[in-house]
C-alpha cells in the first residue's frame, strides 16, 4: 500500500466526510423514541424472565 502525505489524506477524509448523509431532526427523535421504548419492554421482559427463575431456583432449594 502506497503511503500519502498529510495533506492528501485530509483532502480524502474532507471528500469522505462531505458524502456522509446526517439524519434529520425528526428521524432522530423518531428513532431515540423507538430505543427508549424497546429498552422499557426489553428490561420488564428481563425482569419477569428474572423473577420467574429465580422463583424456580428459591423453590428447588427449599426441596433440598
Not at 485530509?10 to 462531505?18: C, G, K, P, S
Not at 428521524?27 to 423473577?51: K, Q
Amino acid at each position: 500500500m502506497a503511503k500519502i502525505n498529510p495533506g492528501e489524506f485530509m483532502r480524502q477524509v474532507q471528500a469522505e466526510a462531505r458524502k456522509v448523509v446526517w439524519p434529520t431532526r425528526q428521524e432522530t427523535v423518531t428513532t431515540a423514541i423507538f430505543v427508549a421504548i424497546m429498552m422499557t419492554l426489553l428490561a420488564v421482559f428481563f425482569l419477569g424472565v428474572d423473577t420467574v427463575f429465580g422463583e424456580i431456583v428459591k423453590w428447588l432449594l427449599s426441596l433440598a
